[in-house]
Protein backbone atom coordinates (compact mmCIF):
# COMPACT_ATOMS: atom_id res chain seq x y z
CA UNK A 1 0.00 0.00 0.00
CA UNK A 2 1.50 3.71 -0.76
CA UNK A 3 1.78 6.08 1.57
CA UNK A 4 -1.46 8.03 0.27
CA UNK A 5 -3.59 5.16 0.28
CA UNK A 6 -2.07 4.47 4.07
CA UNK A 7 -3.23 7.34 4.84
CA UNK A 8 -6.64 7.74 3.33
CA UNK A 9 -7.10 4.65 5.64
CA UNK A 10 -5.71 6.16 8.45
CA UNK A 11 -7.77 9.26 8.18
CA UNK A 12 -10.83 6.88 7.51
CA UNK A 13 -10.45 5.07 10.90
CA UNK A 14 -9.67 8.49 13.15
CA UNK A 15 -12.18 10.42 11.77
CA UNK A 16 -14.99 11.20 13.97
CA UNK A 17 -17.91 9.67 12.94
CA UNK A 18 -21.48 11.86 13.75
CA UNK A 19 -22.99 11.66 17.38
CA UNK A 20 -26.07 9.46 17.15
CA UNK A 21 -25.53 8.26 13.23
CA UNK A 22 -25.09 5.03 13.10
CA UNK A 23 -22.13 3.28 11.62
CA UNK A 24 -23.13 2.36 8.91
CA UNK A 25 -22.10 5.87 6.65
CA UNK A 26 -19.57 4.54 4.61
CA UNK A 27 -22.19 3.05 2.58
CA UNK A 28 -22.83 0.33 -0.26
CA UNK A 29 -20.83 0.22 -3.57
CA UNK A 30 -24.25 0.58 -5.61
CA UNK A 31 -25.42 3.62 -4.79
CA UNK A 32 -28.45 5.68 -5.99
CA UNK A 33 -31.67 4.27 -5.59
CA UNK A 34 -33.93 7.14 -5.99
CA UNK A 35 -36.93 6.73 -4.16
CA UNK A 36 -39.53 9.51 -5.72
CA UNK A 37 -42.32 7.40 -3.06
CA UNK A 38 -45.03 10.38 -2.20
CA UNK A 39 -43.25 12.02 0.25
CA UNK A 40 -45.59 12.51 3.79
CA UNK A 41 -44.14 9.63 5.55
CA UNK A 42 -40.14 9.59 4.26
CA UNK A 43 -38.01 8.40 6.77
CA UNK A 44 -35.97 11.69 8.27
CA UNK A 45 -32.33 11.55 6.75
CA UNK A 46 -28.92 10.69 7.80
CA UNK A 47 -25.89 13.47 6.22
CA UNK A 48 -25.97 16.27 4.04
CA UNK A 49 -23.86 16.17 1.22
CA UNK A 50 -22.71 19.40 -0.53
CA UNK A 51 -22.39 18.56 -4.12
CA UNK A 52 -19.99 20.91 -6.09
CA UNK A 53 -19.74 21.19 -9.63
CA UNK A 54 -17.04 21.58 -11.65
CA UNK A 55 -17.86 24.29 -14.64
CA UNK A 56 -14.50 23.50 -16.69
CA UNK A 57 -15.39 19.67 -17.28
CA UNK A 58 -19.26 20.44 -17.79
CA UNK A 59 -19.21 23.51 -19.46
CA UNK A 60 -16.46 21.81 -22.46
CA UNK A 61 -19.76 19.56 -23.46
CA UNK A 62 -21.65 23.74 -23.96
CA UNK A 63 -23.41 23.11 -27.47
CA UNK A 64 -25.97 25.92 -26.73
CA UNK A 65 -25.76 28.86 -25.14
CA UNK A 66 -28.50 31.24 -23.85
CA UNK A 67 -28.06 34.05 -20.64
CA UNK A 68 -29.09 31.21 -18.14
CA UNK A 69 -26.19 29.35 -18.75
CA UNK A 70 -23.01 29.92 -16.63
CA UNK A 71 -21.05 28.51 -19.09
CA UNK A 72 -21.24 31.08 -21.68
CA UNK A 73 -20.82 33.81 -19.72
CA UNK A 74 -17.52 35.35 -20.29
CA UNK A 75 -15.89 35.42 -16.75
CA UNK A 76 -17.83 32.72 -14.62
CA UNK A 77 -15.86 29.54 -14.78
CA UNK A 78 -12.76 29.38 -12.80
CA UNK A 79 -14.73 27.92 -9.33
CA UNK A 80 -15.99 25.09 -8.50
CA UNK A 81 -19.94 26.26 -8.21
CA UNK A 82 -22.68 24.81 -6.44
CA UNK A 83 -24.88 22.14 -7.73
CA UNK A 84 -27.07 21.63 -4.24
CA UNK A 85 -27.35 20.53 -0.69
CA UNK A 86 -28.66 16.96 -0.99
CA UNK A 87 -30.03 14.69 2.05
CA UNK A 88 -28.92 11.18 1.89
CA UNK A 89 -29.60 7.84 3.74
CA UNK A 90 -26.39 5.89 5.42
CA UNK A 91 -27.53 2.96 3.12
CA UNK A 92 -26.99 5.03 -0.29
CA UNK A 93 -30.50 6.19 -1.27
CA UNK A 94 -31.99 9.38 -0.63
CA UNK A 95 -35.34 10.80 0.10
CA UNK A 96 -36.59 13.23 -2.70
CA UNK A 97 -39.76 15.63 -3.16
CA UNK A 98 -40.56 15.32 0.20
CA UNK A 99 -43.20 18.52 0.47
CA UNK A 100 -45.68 18.60 -2.13
CA UNK A 101 -46.95 22.21 -1.01
CA UNK A 102 -43.32 23.59 -1.01
CA UNK A 103 -43.57 24.44 -5.34
CA UNK A 104 -39.89 26.72 -5.82
CA UNK A 105 -41.39 30.36 -5.46
CA UNK A 106 -38.34 32.73 -6.59
CA UNK A 107 -40.30 35.45 -4.80
CA UNK A 108 -38.81 33.39 -1.72
CA UNK A 109 -35.09 34.35 -2.20
CA UNK A 110 -35.01 37.43 -3.35
CA UNK A 111 -32.10 39.04 -1.08
CA UNK A 112 -29.96 36.01 -2.00
CA UNK A 113 -30.31 36.14 -5.97
CA UNK A 114 -26.71 37.92 -6.43
CA UNK A 115 -24.94 35.78 -4.67
CA UNK A 116 -27.30 32.16 -6.65
CA UNK A 117 -26.31 33.79 -9.90
CA UNK A 118 -23.20 33.51 -9.30
CA UNK A 119 -22.06 30.44 -6.97
CA UNK A 120 -25.08 28.50 -8.14
CA UNK A 121 -25.19 29.31 -11.26
CA UNK A 122 -27.29 26.84 -13.61
CA UNK A 123 -24.39 25.45 -16.27
CA UNK A 124 -26.70 24.10 -19.32
CA UNK A 125 -30.07 25.41 -20.27
CA UNK A 126 -32.20 23.40 -19.98
CA UNK A 127 -35.04 23.34 -17.53
CA UNK A 128 -34.73 20.81 -14.84
CA UNK A 129 -37.49 18.88 -13.37
CA UNK A 130 -39.57 20.05 -10.67
CA UNK A 131 -41.40 17.51 -8.14
CA UNK A 132 -45.08 18.46 -9.64
CA UNK A 133 -43.86 16.60 -13.18
CA UNK A 134 -43.09 20.02 -14.88
CA UNK A 135 -40.00 21.46 -15.52
CA UNK A 136 -38.37 24.63 -13.70
CA UNK A 137 -35.24 25.98 -12.77
CA UNK A 138 -32.24 24.61 -11.53
CA UNK A 139 -33.20 26.05 -8.07
CA UNK A 140 -36.72 24.67 -8.02
CA UNK A 141 -34.91 21.60 -8.57
CA UNK A 142 -32.84 21.14 -6.13
CA UNK A 143 -35.39 22.53 -3.76
CA UNK A 144 -38.30 20.68 -4.18
CA UNK A 145 -36.12 17.61 -4.92
CA UNK A 146 -33.73 17.90 -2.24
CA UNK A 147 -34.35 20.52 0.18
CA UNK A 148 -37.58 19.20 1.08
CA UNK A 149 -36.49 16.14 2.44
CA UNK A 150 -34.11 18.44 4.89
CA UNK A 151 -36.57 18.66 7.83
CA UNK A 152 -36.03 19.17 10.88
CA UNK A 153 -33.02 20.81 10.30
CA UNK A 154 -33.98 23.00 7.10
CA UNK A 155 -37.51 23.85 7.16
CA UNK A 156 -38.20 26.06 4.63
CA UNK A 157 -36.88 27.80 0.92
CA UNK A 158 -35.04 30.67 1.96
CA UNK A 159 -32.83 29.01 5.01
CA UNK A 160 -31.96 25.48 2.63
CA UNK A 161 -30.73 28.42 -0.33
CA UNK A 162 -28.79 30.62 2.50
CA UNK A 163 -27.63 27.56 4.25
CA UNK A 164 -25.91 26.30 1.13
CA UNK A 165 -24.22 29.08 0.43
CA UNK A 166 -22.99 29.41 3.84
CA UNK A 167 -20.96 26.21 4.24
CA UNK A 168 -19.83 26.73 0.53
CA UNK A 169 -18.55 29.96 1.36
CA UNK A 170 -16.96 28.36 4.77
CA UNK A 171 -15.41 25.61 2.99
CA UNK A 172 -13.91 27.45 -0.46
CA UNK A 173 -12.43 24.22 -2.55
CA UNK A 174 -11.14 26.04 -4.70
CA UNK A 175 -9.02 27.93 -3.31
CA UNK A 176 -8.21 24.90 -1.01
CA UNK A 177 -6.93 22.93 -4.12
CA UNK A 178 -5.21 26.41 -5.57
CA UNK A 179 -2.84 26.29 -2.54
CA UNK A 180 -1.99 23.50 -2.51
CA UNK A 181 -0.98 23.67 -6.44
CA UNK A 182 -3.69 22.19 -8.12
CA UNK A 183 -4.74 25.01 -10.69
CA UNK A 184 -6.63 24.32 -13.61
CA UNK A 185 -5.16 23.38 -16.59
CA UNK A 186 -5.62 21.96 -19.78
CA UNK A 187 -2.26 19.53 -19.76
CA UNK A 188 -1.63 19.32 -16.25
CA UNK A 189 -2.68 15.48 -14.55
CA UNK A 190 -3.10 15.59 -10.75
CA UNK A 191 -3.20 12.69 -8.51
CA UNK A 192 -6.29 11.95 -7.06
CA UNK A 193 -4.61 11.15 -3.78
CA UNK A 194 -3.39 14.67 -3.57
CA UNK A 195 -6.20 16.23 -3.92
CA UNK A 196 -8.34 14.16 -1.45
CA UNK A 197 -5.68 14.72 0.91
CA UNK A 198 -5.33 18.65 0.24
CA UNK A 199 -9.00 18.67 1.01
CA UNK A 200 -9.30 15.81 4.29
CA UNK A 201 -6.39 18.20 5.73
CA UNK A 202 -8.36 21.59 5.41
CA UNK A 203 -11.53 20.29 5.88
CA UNK A 204 -10.96 17.36 8.40
CA UNK A 205 -13.23 15.00 6.39
CA UNK A 206 -13.34 12.71 3.21
CA UNK A 207 -14.35 14.07 0.06
CA UNK A 208 -15.89 12.13 -2.84
CA UNK A 209 -14.90 13.56 -6.31
CA UNK A 210 -16.49 12.26 -9.46
CA UNK A 211 -15.36 12.67 -13.01
CA UNK A 212 -15.97 12.08 -16.75
CA UNK A 213 -13.26 10.74 -19.14
CA UNK A 214 -10.69 11.36 -16.26
CA UNK A 215 -11.79 15.37 -15.71
CA UNK A 216 -13.04 16.11 -12.28
CA UNK A 217 -16.64 16.93 -12.65
CA UNK A 218 -18.45 17.15 -9.64
CA UNK A 219 -16.40 17.17 -5.76
CA UNK A 220 -18.92 16.09 -2.57
CA UNK A 221 -18.25 17.14 0.72
CA UNK A 222 -20.81 15.27 3.54
CA UNK A 223 -21.86 16.73 7.26
CA UNK A 224 -23.63 15.69 9.72
CA UNK A 225 -26.68 17.28 10.75
CA UNK A 226 -25.43 19.90 12.90
CA UNK A 227 -23.09 20.64 9.60
CA UNK A 228 -19.43 19.27 11.07
CA UNK A 229 -18.02 17.92 8.26
CA UNK A 230 -18.19 13.92 8.23
CA UNK A 231 -16.28 11.89 5.87
CA UNK A 232 -19.32 11.05 2.55
CA UNK A 233 -19.64 7.49 2.05
CA UNK A 234 -17.60 6.06 -1.30
CA UNK A 235 -20.23 5.18 -3.34
CA UNK A 236 -20.01 6.48 -6.70
CA UNK A 237 -20.49 4.39 -9.34
CA UNK A 238 -17.62 2.45 -11.55
CA UNK A 239 -18.75 5.03 -14.86
CA UNK A 240 -18.31 8.24 -12.73
CA UNK A 241 -15.35 7.12 -10.52
CA UNK A 242 -11.88 8.77 -10.64
CA UNK A 243 -8.65 7.64 -12.21
CA UNK A 244 -5.29 7.36 -10.31
CA UNK A 245 -4.62 10.67 -12.50
CA UNK A 246 -7.30 13.77 -12.98
CA UNK A 247 -7.62 17.03 -14.77
CA UNK A 248 -9.05 20.03 -13.51
CA UNK A 249 -9.44 21.53 -17.30
CA UNK A 250 -9.36 25.22 -17.68
CA UNK A 251 -13.07 26.52 -19.63
CA UNK A 252 -12.36 29.22 -22.55
CA UNK A 253 -15.58 30.68 -22.74
CA UNK A 254 -16.39 29.88 -26.93
CA UNK A 255 -17.94 31.55 -29.47
CA UNK A 256 -21.39 29.61 -30.17
CA UNK A 257 -23.87 29.99 -32.88
CA UNK A 258 -21.73 32.91 -34.23
CA UNK A 259 -22.38 34.55 -31.08
CA UNK A 260 -19.58 35.67 -28.96
CA UNK A 261 -20.33 34.43 -25.07
CA UNK A 262 -23.20 36.28 -23.06
CA UNK A 263 -21.80 39.39 -20.45
CA UNK A 264 -22.84 38.62 -17.06
CA UNK A 265 -25.89 40.32 -16.24
CA UNK A 266 -27.57 40.74 -12.87
CA UNK A 267 -30.58 41.41 -14.83
CA UNK A 268 -33.62 39.13 -13.67
CA UNK A 269 -33.75 37.50 -16.87
CA UNK A 270 -30.53 35.88 -16.70
CA UNK A 271 -31.33 33.34 -14.49
C1 LIG B 1 -49.57 16.82 -4.73
O1 LIG B 1 -50.46 17.88 -4.94
C2 LIG B 1 -51.32 17.67 -6.05
C3 LIG B 1 -52.09 18.97 -6.27
O2 LIG B 1 -52.40 19.58 -5.06
C4 LIG B 1 -52.21 16.47 -5.75
O3 LIG B 1 -53.08 16.24 -6.85
C5 LIG B 1 -51.33 15.25 -5.54
O4 LIG B 1 -52.10 14.14 -5.18
C6 LIG B 1 -50.31 15.51 -4.45
N1 LIG B 1 -49.36 14.41 -4.38
C7 LIG B 1 -48.95 13.91 -3.25
C8 LIG B 1 -47.94 12.84 -3.35
O5 LIG B 1 -49.34 14.27 -2.16
C1 LIG C 1 -18.63 38.53 -13.67
O1 LIG C 1 -18.57 39.91 -13.95
C2 LIG C 1 -19.64 40.67 -13.39
C3 LIG C 1 -19.57 42.07 -13.93
O2 LIG C 1 -18.26 42.58 -13.83
C4 LIG C 1 -19.51 40.60 -11.87
O3 LIG C 1 -20.52 41.36 -11.27
C5 LIG C 1 -19.67 39.16 -11.46
O4 LIG C 1 -19.49 39.05 -10.08
C6 LIG C 1 -18.60 38.30 -12.16
N1 LIG C 1 -18.88 36.91 -11.89
C7 LIG C 1 -17.98 36.13 -11.36
C8 LIG C 1 -18.38 34.74 -11.15
O5 LIG C 1 -16.87 36.51 -11.07
C1 LIG D 1 -12.57 31.26 -3.02
O1 LIG D 1 -11.24 31.55 -3.18
C2 LIG D 1 -10.94 32.11 -4.44
C3 LIG D 1 -9.42 32.16 -4.56
O2 LIG D 1 -8.85 32.75 -3.43
C4 LIG D 1 -11.60 33.47 -4.53
O3 LIG D 1 -11.30 34.07 -5.77
C5 LIG D 1 -13.10 33.24 -4.40
O4 LIG D 1 -13.76 34.49 -4.39
C6 LIG D 1 -13.42 32.51 -3.14
N1 LIG D 1 -14.82 32.12 -3.18
C7 LIG D 1 -15.66 32.37 -2.21
C8 LIG D 1 -17.03 31.87 -2.41
O5 LIG D 1 -15.33 32.94 -1.19
Known amino acids: MDFLTFMS ?16 HHGDEEGGLLVVAPAKQQKEFDYFLLALLWPGTLC ?34 WPACCNNGSNFDIKKI ?41 TPVIWDEYTYFLTT ?48 DGAVQELRLCFCKNFEPQDCPNNV ?6 PRYVSLPEYVPRSLGGKRSIPWSSNREAI
Not at 237 to 242: I, K, R, S
Request: hydrophobic share 35%; with cysteine; glycine share 8%.
Open 9 to 24: VFLLLISTSCYGLSEN
Open 60 to 93: QGTNHCCSANACCRSNATSMFTIHGLWVNYNDGT
Open 110 to 150: TPLLGGLQIYWPSLSCNLESTCDGGKGLFWAHEWEKHGTCA
Open 165 to 212: LNIYFKYNITKILIEEGYIPSNSEKYPLGGIVSAIQNAVRATPLLVCS
Open 237 to 242: TPEEAC
